[in-house]
């Protein structure tokens, strides 16, 4: 399974990205899908997911802000981030398994940096 993310840059606070991941295999609800991210000095957190069976998952600093959506058609999957925030900064890290809390495969991430 590979992993492609795109969509990364350097955007002003309180703009938008769109980042997207393109798997090799088949995306569905039979996956867990997630968007993770990591900053200098910090560990990696999950942002954004979705559960094996279609439920999503929202870590509460992003709430209101990112909506992760995906096409299955296309096998992407997607995070809307809106009003960025300085400390939104991180590399940002597509990745897919059984369960959203220990991923089998990662992307090799997108860098999104937010200035103040």
């Known amino acids: 399974v590979r992993l492609v993310e795109s969509g990364g840059g350097l955007v002003q606070a309180g703009g938008s990205l769109r980042l997207s991941c393109v798997a090799s295999?088949?995306?569905?609800?039979?996956?867990?899908m997630g968007w993770y991210r990591q900053a200098p000095g910090k560990e990696r957190e999950l942002v954004a997911g979705?559960?094996?069976?279609?439920?999503?998952y929202y870590a509460d600093s992003v709430k209101g802000r990112f909506t992760i959506s995906r096409d299955n058609g296309k096998n992407t999957l997607y995070l809307q981030m809106n009003s960025l925030k300085p400390e939104d900064t991180a590399t940002y890290y597509c990745?897919?398994?059984?369960?959203?809390?220990?991923?089998?495969?990662w992307g090799q991430g997108t860098q999104v940096t937010v200035s103040s």
């Open positions: 990745a897919k398994g059984v369960v959203l809390t220990v991923p089998t495969y």
């Open positions: 979705f559960r094996l069976g279609g439920s999503t």
């Open positions: 295999g088949t995306i569905s609800t039979a996956n867990a």
